[in-house]
């Protein structure tokens, strides 16, 4: 029995909230590895916000290219672990900074986190990460099955 998760079961699960961990390689280190809000629709690409000169910004244009993964936190544990070609471009406020607070915090707590960091997005970047190559494991399947 295969563990790994189908298509719509993947891009299912990297729909649905989660935390990811952006993970870029930098010359003479190792790869920079951080959590990360983000938003993906299935069949597109993954979109986060940092800050232009953060040290995950200057590895992404740098490298060009990151991994991307998300888990469940308790059993049976699953993750997709997505690779692919970035792009940096400029934010739209509404979808890519407000939505997304709202979306970790809840129309209050979005708002109010907005509102405490005086966020409005003028100089962050957006990342599209592309999906090229996925590596997935669902350990729910082998309960389902019997």
């Known amino acids: 029995m295969s563990l790994t998760m189908t298509r719509a079961e993947r891009e299912g699960f990297l729909a649905a909230l989660h935390v990811g961990i952006l993970s870029v390689s930098e010359e003479g280190r190792g ?11 299935p069949g597109g690409d993954i979109h986060m916000v940092t800050g232009p000169n953060s040290r995950k910004a200057e590895a992404l244009r740098a490298a060009g290219r990151a991994s991307f993964t998300v888990q469940t936190e308790t059993p049976p544990y699953s993750y997709a672990t997505v690779e692919g070609p970035v792009t940096l471009t400029t934010p739209d406020f509404e979808r890519d900074i407000r939505q997304v607070a709202i979306r970790y915090l809840g129309e209050r707590g979005g708002e109010a986190y907005l509102a405490a960091t005086g966020s409005t997005g003028e100089g962050s970047v957006l990342v599209r990460l592309t999906p090229e190559r996925w590596l ?7 309960y389902r099955a019997g």
């Open 31 to 41: 790869p920079i590895a951080v959590p990360i809000w983000y938003w993906y629709q």
């Open 136 to 142: 997935t494991v669902d350990y729910g399947k082998q």
